[in-house]
């Protein structure tokens, strides 16, 4: 069965960091582009990170670059995404997906997981 699995959210305090794993089974991660996206409450689903296959690129909204990091470990079958120096704007539902094409558009992924949520908050 393919599946794609985050784990690491939780609630963390302005300037904290958090980890986000997103686990594959049933599929070989390596063989796809990785993005990262996020939803608020009363928003769209937003790009935040993504990786390509080949080559490991990485690419960033503005908002997140040089606080957040993304990352593959093969031999896991996993991609992280370290969050580091934590807002309360980057509170949200954060979800992995999995696709042929390295693109910021979400209709583009193929597998998606479950969602996880963030929170960052005083």
């Known amino acids: 069965q393919v599946q794609l699995v985050e784990s690491g959210g939780g609630l963390v305090h302005p300037g904290g960091s958090l980890r986000l794993s997103c686990a594959a089974s049933?599929?070989?991660?390596?063989?796809?582009?990785i993005g990262w996206f996020r939803q608020a409450p009363g928003k769209e689903r937003e790009g935040v990170s993504c990786?390509?296959?080949?080559?490991?690129?990485?690419y960033y909204t503005d908002s997140v670059k040089g606080r957040f990091t993304i990352s593959r470990d093969n031999a896991k079958n996993t991609v992280y995404l370290q969050m580091n120096g934590l807002k309360p704007e980057d509170t949200a539902v954060y979800y992995c997906?999995?696709?042929?094409?390295?693109?910021?558009?979400?209709?583009?992924?193929?597998?998606w997981g479950q969602g996880i949520q963030v929170t960052v908050s005083s």
């Open positions: 990786i390509s296959t080949n080559d490991y690129m990485t």
């Open positions: 049933g599929f070989t991660l390596d063989d796809y582009a």
């Open positions: 997906a999995a696709g042929l094409y390295l693109t910021w558009d979400p209709n583009e992924y193929e597998y």
